[in-house]
């Protein structure tokens, strides 16, 4: 015998009934359902809302009742997008005015009230906008230039995105390696931390902990005045700016007097009062190099990085390929010198996909003017770390964001097009020459084709790189002008001398991809195929080619200079125009531009330095004497050491005093000896961010 049901399980019984019915009769009638997909509620456990009930049953639920069932409706009915009803039959509009609550019934799409009014309020918005762009075309320009960046523009932004998974140069050599190879040789620390520090640009080791946070550094967003300075930035660029807090110029001025000198243990003191200051750390990481000391001299460096790191702004994002970093400020030229020592720190490893990950991130810093020469890296990085898209695509898509800014002849020589390095056209051929072998094209036409045009374009690199690849070119081929092996500056076409100076950097770089027996068989024989061309052609220059000449029509740019003094490829130095280096640069500055508007000057330490003419000389005198005893322990008496040293710091102190006569209103440089009677009677500055207060951005924070 069935168990007897109770009031409420009946009610519940009638209306299932009921909805069966009213869904039966509008099916009859061919009402048409918007939404198809409607979820009948099973019949063992139907739930219904009390005003469902009220309007299909006659019994009216006791208070008890209804409460139990708005407190089971609202636990257990789904949630559903409901469609309205079109019905002719009056059940169904008396269903579509009062639905019951626990049932999903199809809505039309925009027909109420909400959709017209809504569109009809767009539809106003529109005109408003329509007339104001009429009255106003000034706005209309200007809503543009704030909007979207244009198509090809974002896919050079995308191309410039630092990915952070490739930072890591030991993550790289255990896919190589393995992880127990890998870690066998790092140095193990018996510390235990448990918070790591977190940096995408470094990895810090447990010993970094015992060390001081950061401070000193802060960074700010450049004003649109400073902008305009740059008629090449374009529009949704973010160009920023390092800042120095006034205890940071201090140490500064401490460490300046060291380098004035030539103490490298007053350099050493420094750093251990101030374990991240920035210049004596890559200055003191150079030293290490200088020894061979390369482990000491990675460390130093990646220190430099994490104390910028620390000092970025929110809105720095390194994978977002928009922000850029001003080269004419010193604050900032450290950042790009760190970050090209660790590209060239990687490449000795054989990090070559973490270098190409870093180079790209030194491009994005400054894309425009490239000035560390990030792009003569990366002509080598990305064929030979798998980039080839990346590379076909900087290619292709460069002069197609030229034309959407529409940059004008005057801007035309102060951005640099990566097709006027000779290098790059090159790396295309390897490129496509790559994603021919990855989809198995034997033939090789589309490699081969872009190998000829570069070397077309550009025949001053294929000696030079023949010669280092060990590829036997023919005699005929040789013996052209336009092969012709040149080996300095030439002062009557300082144009020609930029572009051997880049064939020969080139090579000197990627000649070990060229020696590979299918690379140089395949230079060899597209060469000899090409002798006719090659001989007709004779000396005339291709249009690429005289673009190329003509953007460096004054010799090697700074930046080539910067590049090759920052790699210490000596024997490429005498391609330097003789008004290009000066006798005695610094290792933390290497070439400053000379649209430099900030310098460790008068105007950058204000009143900070205070230093007497006996205390200056106190302090030589103490350095002679610390030489001397050194030698006497040594059991030597090198006079001639001595006079090497009284040299050296004689060319300092005139050097100092060279720059007290050339600082414009009388600036002084650090270190240098005050005139007798001397007194300063500048009123003390305020300073941005006094002791005790950190900015907002102050890096330890």
Wanted: proline share 8%; net charge negative.
């Amino acid at each position: 015998m069935a168990p007897r049901l109770n009031k409420r399980q009946q009610r519940e019984k009638e209306e299932l009934a009921a909805l069966e019915s009213l869904n039966l009769g509008a099916n009859e009638e061919g009402e048409v359902l918007e939404n198809e997909d409607i979820e009948v509620t099973p019949a063992p456990k139907p739930r219904m809302g009390g005003f469902a009930s009220l309007a299909l049953t006659e019994d009216a639920p006791s208070e008890e009742s209804e409460k139990d069932e708005a407190s089971t409706v609202s636990k257990r009915a789904p949630k559903k997008s409901r469609k309205k009803r079109k019905s002719k039959s009056p059940a169904g509009e008396n269903a579509a005015e009062d639905p019951p609550k626990g049932t999903s019934h199809p809505k039309a799409k925009g027909k109420g009230k909400g959709a017209r009014k809504g569109k009809a309020d767009e539809d106003d918005i529109d005109e408003i906008l329509k007339q104001m762009s009429a009255k106003y075309p000034d706005l209309k320009a200007a809503s543009s230039r704030s909007g979207k960046a244009p198509s090809r523009r974002r896919e050079l932004w995308e191309l410039f995105s630092v990915m952070p998974t490739y930072l890591d140069g030991d993550e790289e050599l255990r896919r190589f390696f393995g992880s127990k190879v890998v870690n066998s040789n790092r140095p193990t620390s018996s510390r235990r931390v448990n918070t790591p520090l977190r940096s995408q640009l470094t990895r810090p080791p447990p010993d970094w902990h015992g060390i001081k946070p950061a401070q000193g550094l802060s960074m700010r967003q450049l004003t649109d005045q400073e902008r305009k300075r740059k008629p090449y930035a374009m529009n949704d660029e973010k160009w920023w700016t390092v800042e120095h807090s006034h205890s940071y110029k201090k140490v500064e001025a401490e460490f300046l007097a060291a380098v004035a000198i030539g103490d490298a243990n007053g350099i050493a003191m420094v750093l251990q009062l101030n374990p991240w200051h920035i210049d004596a750390l890559l200055q003191l990481g150079e030293v290490f190099k200088q020894q061979e000391d390369y482990s000491h001299a990675t460390d130093l460096t990646s220190r430099a990085l994490y104390a910028y790191e620390r000092s970025f702004a929110t809105s720095f994002n390194i994978t977002s390929g928009v922000n850029r970093l001003d080269f004419d400020f010193i604050e900032n030229r450290p950042l790009f010198l760190a970050v090209h020592r660790t590209i060239l720190q990687l490449q000795r490893r054989g990090c070559m996909r973490t270098a190409f990950e870093f180079s790209r991130f030194l491009l994005e810093l400054d894309p425009h003017v490239d000035p560390h020469g990030a792009f003569l890296h990366l002509d080598f990085l990305a064929p030979r770390s798998g980039m080839n898209d990346w590379l076909l695509k900087l290619w292709d898509i460069w002069e197609d964001v030229d034309m959407e800014e529409a940059l004008g002849p005057d801007d035309e020589p102060e951005r640099l097009n990566p097709k006027y390095l000779p290098g790059m056209s090159f790396a295309r051929a390897l490129a496509l020459w790559n994603k021919e072998i990855d989809r198995g094209d034997k033939s090789h036409h589309e490699s081969t084709a872009a190998l000829k045009e570069a070397i077309l374009s550009f025949p001053s690199i294929l000696p030079v790189l023949a010669d280092k690849a060990g590829v036997n070119l023919p005699g005929e081929v040789r013996a052209l002008p336009s092969m012709r092996i040149e080996t300095g500056w030439m002062p009557e076409d300082p144009a020609r001398s930029a572009i051997h100076l880049l064939s020969h950097l080139y090579a000197h770089r990627s000649h070990p991809i060229w020696k590979q027996p299918t690379h140089s068989e395949w230079l060899q024989r597209t060469v000899t195929s090409m002798t006719s061309t090659l001989r007709e052609k004779g000396t005339n220059d291709s249009p690429l080619l005289q673009r190329s000449l003509e953007f460096f029509r004054t010799g090697p740019t700074l930046s080539i200079c910067r590049h090759v003094i920052v790699c210490e490829i000596r024997n490429l130095i005498g391609f330097f125009s003789p008004m290009t280096v000066p006798s005695s640069m610094n290792a933390f500055d290497p070439l400053p531009p000379p649209t430099s508007l900030t310098a460790y000057n008068k105007a950058y330490f204000g009143n900070i330095i205070k230093v007497s003419p006996r205390d200056q000389a106190t302090r030589i005198e103490q350095l002679r004497q610390g030489i001397r005893q050194n030698l006497a322990r040594l059991g030597q008496d090198d006079a001639e050491l001595m006079r090497e040293f009284e040299a050296v710091l004689e060319a300092n102190r005139n050097a100092l005093q060279a720059g007290i006569e050339g600082a414009p209103d009388g600036e002084a440089m650090p270190g240098a000896f005050e005139p007798d009677g001397h007194v300063d009677q500048q009123e003390p500055i305020d300073d941005p961010h006094p002791a005790g207060e950190a900015p907002t951005t102050e890096a330890g924070e």
